[in-house]
């Protein structure tokens, strides 16, 4: 493309929203412009790159034997209503006003069960691998962080239909090595985390994850890169509170000062972890109570798993003092109002000298030994991973708590969408079962987005060969002035076509510095100049985006040299 023809417009000022540095890197080098909150515009340099990052996903997911849809984003609701989605996906899912009966697809699992139900009659149409690179729709409530978070973005997104579990198994390691590759390709730097699988239920289920300050999920992961967790599920090796010899017995004493755990181990000298923390959780409508050490944040989702699938709130004021007979910051395990669940964390299992609330405000009791005292119904990991910490034991290696941007997501959804679609098939006896799925998603922008945050500088873009919009940046100099620099560039630029190497052509009528500063920002791997002062040695300065390099070389070996260096 010769730049005088071309559509690629830089720019300098971006919109002062646009913090994210890959975010601001798209907008300036031309690849996006923002159209509205979380809805961009791909423009020629970015939709190249689209392509590019799609062939890539498309080789990949073709060499596991999977095929190639298209299915549309408007989905009926009927489909949707009939696997109880349009509830959980709630104002996620974008309606139509104009239109009764339809929605725009937020994801797949449901059209692919409607079409496996007509299509996959018995175990021997099975398995199969179906996926798509398609535009999905999602009303995303803060779509802040540009393409990162979209309201319309493109996810590749695969389904395995299999009759047995192991078949899912299988279909689902193929994925996961399918995804390796296709991120390596891509040129990122990842690492892959088990996940708590939220509303899409089944069991299995794994996380690609780019560490970045800009990402929105929380990992723990170990410095020596053979551990990583999503936050949620992560878990590190700490010594138990443990057992004082002197186990005197209980007593309550008066703490009218003491409102939060700080306050009692200022006025009374405690130590923290002997601080046995309670809070109420009320699991639908069941009051829970949750003990863990002072010093730790409860996790969440780790107490939501112990409930399992019990909507968790914390309890209210009224709640708080209805169960307990105190107010938070005077609850504890022992005397409680109304008999209920008592979880503690697994590292106050069999620990004594500890304090807690009395259920009478104002009062705590010390000297509480968990072997004895109260009655704690289960012990659980509950705890958030904090970081330093150890994983294994306490020679494990030290976990780091970083952010992370999720690219992709494969999980084993089991029969959930196939039931309720009824997608079933017959087994060698002639015995209907529903369709075992997996369901694989890649978000598009995300990869290309997350490249442009690993590999940048402060002066623009650093393309690889793969992804770039194109191969060859090719400046030719002061044009207007020199027949003879015209004639070798306009030469050079056919024979590098001709070569197979992909071609943006800076013949605009600006000064050198001005495309030297857009061919560092657009980022190509190579950086042909053609100018006089060299072209009267029969020479071309060849730079090199990703080292910085600069080499002197042989007109007439230009075209080879660089495509040796990018490898075609
Ligand atoms: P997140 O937790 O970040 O919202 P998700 O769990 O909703 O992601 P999935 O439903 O598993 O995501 O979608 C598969 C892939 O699609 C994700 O791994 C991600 O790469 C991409 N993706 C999801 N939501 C968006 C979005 N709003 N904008 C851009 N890409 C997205
Ligand atoms: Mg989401």
Known sequence: MRYSQAFIPTLKEVPAEAQIPSHQLMIRSGMIRPLAAGVYSFLPLGYRVVHKVSQIIREEMNAIGAQEFHLP???????????GRVAEMDDVLFHIKNRDGLVLAPTHEEIIAYHARQH??????????WYQIQTKFRNEPRPRSGVLRGRQFLMKDAYSLDAKAEGLDLSYEKHRQAYERIFDRCGLKYFQVGASSGAMGGSGSQ???????????TCAISETGNYAANIEVATSWLPPVGRLDDNPPIEKFATPNARTINDLVEQFNIPLERCAKSV????DEE???????????????KLMRVVEGARLRPAEAEE??????????SIGPIGLKTKMRVIADKLLKSANGLVSGANEDGFHLRN??????????????LRVVQPGERQGGPDGPELRVVRAIEVGHIFKLGSKYSAALGATFLDENGKDHPIIMGSYGIGVERIIACYVEQHHDEFGIKWNADLSPYHVYLSGLNLKKSDMTREAADKLYVELQAAGLETLYDDRNVSPGFKFKDADLLGFPVHIIVGEKSLKD???EVKYRASGDRAVVPLAEAVRRVSEYLGR
């Open 280 to 283: 109420v959780y009320m699991a």
């Open 368 to 381: 509480i030994d968990f072997d004895r005292d109260p009655t704690i119904d289960a012990f659980h990991d």
């Open 73 to 83: 984003a408007l989905n009926p609701i009927e489909i949707w209503e009939q696997t």
């Open 207 to 217: 996380e690609f994850m780019v560490e970045s300050s800009h990402g929105e999920d």
């Open 287 to 301: 009051p829970i109570l949750v003990l863990m050490r002072g010093n730790d944040e409860l996790n969440i989702e």
């Open 120 to 129: 996959i009659k018995s175990y021997k149409d099975l398995p199969q691998i």
């Open 538 to 540: 029969g020479n071309v």
């Open 320 to 329: 708080l003092s209805k169960f307990t007979g105190a107010n938070a910051g």
